[in-house]
């Protein structure tokens, strides 16, 4: 059983940076493809970006690619999402989530979820 908890978000302006955090408990962790998905009132959860369970594979959205980083750390359980350059379309509630298996891009593949953060960006 893996449990997530993000923080981080929060209001910016356009051009701005959050870095957005999420820290599991559990000791299957580092186990865990992790991704960061976000959602909008009346959309579908969006696919924002993912890694693997040992670091060394990445993967963006085209939306975000070049802008967002995603880091994990292991050792303390936790997987990053750095966002800079940001603009009020990245404006949505940012979650966190770790799969064990499938494809990354995919919200259905992953087996658990934390609550949510939101993430506001003003023009």
């Known amino acids: 059983q893996v449990q997530l908890v993000e923080s981080g978000g929060g209001l910016v302006q356009a051009g701005g940076s959050l870095r957005l955090s999420c820290a599991a408990s559990g000791r299957t962790f580092s186990t865990y493809g992790m991704g960061w998905f976000r959602q909008t009132p009346g959309k579908e959860r969006e696919f924002v970006a993912a890694i693997s369970w040992s670091g060394s594979y990445t993967y963006y959205a085209d939306t975000v690619k070049g802008r967002f980083t995603i880091s994990r750390d292991n050792a303390k359980n936790t997987v990053f999402l750095q966002m800079n350059s940001l603009n009020p379309e990245d404006t949505a509630v940012y979650y966190c989530?770790?799969?064990?298996?499938?494809?990354?891009?995919?919200?259905?593949?992953?087996?658990?979820w934390g609550q949510g953060t939101q993430v506001t960006v003003s023009s």
């Open positions: 989530a770790g799969r064990a298996s499938g494809n990354y891009k995919y919200a259905p593949n992953y087996d658990y």
